[in-house]
Each structure stands twice: as structure tokens, then as C-alpha cells.
């Protein structure tokens, strides 16, 4: 099981997907928001959404799971 780790802290913007779709290496799964810049953070490899760890509006810290692909 693929996951999608935060690169930074900051809170959760948006999320762009929902469990169930299917993701493209590269394709961006949720935005973050530090400093008043957002940040897309996109899956590594290729799946299908398993479940998401987070909600909008949460603080994460860099290294936190986001979501799992599978």
C-alpha cells in the first residue's frame, strides 16, 4: 500500500480526491496551505485512493500520511 506523505506543515486546503478514484503518479491529492502559499502534494506512484487521513482545515506536520493508495 502507497502512501502520500505532507512534505511541510501547514493546514489542509483542499482535498482533490475522493476514496475510490484513481491516481496518476504526479497527480496532486490534496493542497496544502503555509504561509499564506499553497502547496499541491501528489502521489508518488499510481493507485487507487484506500482511504484519507485527513479532513480540510486539519494541521499536519512534514511527514504526516495524508492518504493510502492501493
Do not use: H
Not at 506543515?9 to 496532486?28: F, M, S
Not at 502534494?41 to 493510502?68: P, R, Y
Request: glycine content about 8%; hydrophobic content about 45%.
Amino acid at each position: 500500500m502507497a502512501k502520500v506523505y505532507a512534505s511541510m506543515a501547514g493546514n489542509v486546503w483542499k482535498i482533490v480526491v475522493n476514496v475510490g478514484d484513481t491516481v496518476e503518479e504526479g497527480q496532486d491529492v490534496v493542497i496544502l496551505e503555509s504561509m499564506k502559499m499553497e502547496i499541491p502534494i501528489s502521489a508518488e506512484e499510481s493507485g487507487t485512493v484506500a482511504k484519507l487521513l485527513v479532513q480540510e482545515g486539519d494541521f499536519v506536520n512534514e511527514g504526516d500520511v495524508l492518504a493510502e493508495l492501493e
